[in-house]
């Protein structure tokens, strides 16, 4: 089988190529991409060559772990039915070009396990869920033993930080501030207020949660804690992180790192939405072919008014 995928042949030039899909096995799904989403996280230091090296790191590479199709056809110990709608989490199933995270392709084979069902009802949209259980598993950590606060502050505004603050929200929590310095992305808090920094004169907050990827963050939010209070690192960071010691010293600060998301937390996330509790609805700003993926690439990660860029590939079908 082929299918046509984005490919990254080295950092700032990407293609959409014919690509040879592996063949499926007894436990493996082939599905038909009909959206995916685009990272400004992980995908961007990709695209710049910054991302720093893990493995399975190098180009050429198929981008993409927020992808929503339908089982074209399912191994015997799949254990799902042609025809259900899924969320794929990127696959590796492009033989010598890496998947890393394999998501953005209109077909590909991906192991079934791995696979999260979705309602028929379920639209582009649910390529945000990826990023909802990132947000979960910030504030929920796995069932850790010690009780977690939740954000008091959260700096940055871009989606993950909507979703954050929607979820803290919606969880009953007292509403929390969010830090957002860019004009274009000050608008379309629902239930919590967003100021820039100068203008919020808080410096007792207990938990601070940061999902802007700055490097340099941790001296503006250690200023900002109370005495034992915490900095929560959510985002994704492709230098060394530093801080200046007597401020952290006078007030006992505390630096989590928020790991990438588990299976529970998707499980929860779905749930969560299914219920009518948790929304996903107008994050969404952008929507183009992938034919046009170059472009929409570049929109995705240099234009500001782009908070998330989705591939449509239901006519490459």
Known sequence: MKTSAVVLERPQQLALRPLDLEEPGAEDLVVDIEWSGISTGTEKL?????????????????????????????????????????????????????????????RLVVPAHRVFT????????????????????????????????PPELIIGHGVLGRLLARMTVAAGCEPPTVWETNPMRQEGAQGYRVLKPADDPRRDYRAIYDVSGDCSILDTAIARLRKGGEVVLAGFYSEPLQFLFPPAFMREAQIRTAAEWERADMLAVKELTAAGRFSLDGLITHIDAPTHAADAYRTAFDDAGCLKMVLDWREMQ
């Open 118 to 149: 979705l309602e028929e009802s379920a639209g582009e949209e649910a390529v945000l869920l990826a990023l909802a259980a990132t947000a979960y598993h910030a504030v929920a950590m796995g069932g850790r033993r010690e009780p977690i606060v």
């Open 46 to 106: 990709l695209w710049n060559g910054r991302m720093p090296m893990f493995p399975g790191m190098g180009y050429p590479l198929v981008p993409g772990y927020e992808s929503v199709g339908r089982v074209r056809s399912a191994g015997a110990k799949a254990g799902l039915n042609p025809g259900q709608r899924v969320f794929v989490p990127g696959a590796r199933c492009y033989g010598e070009v890496r998947g890393l995270f394999g998501g953005a392709a209109s």
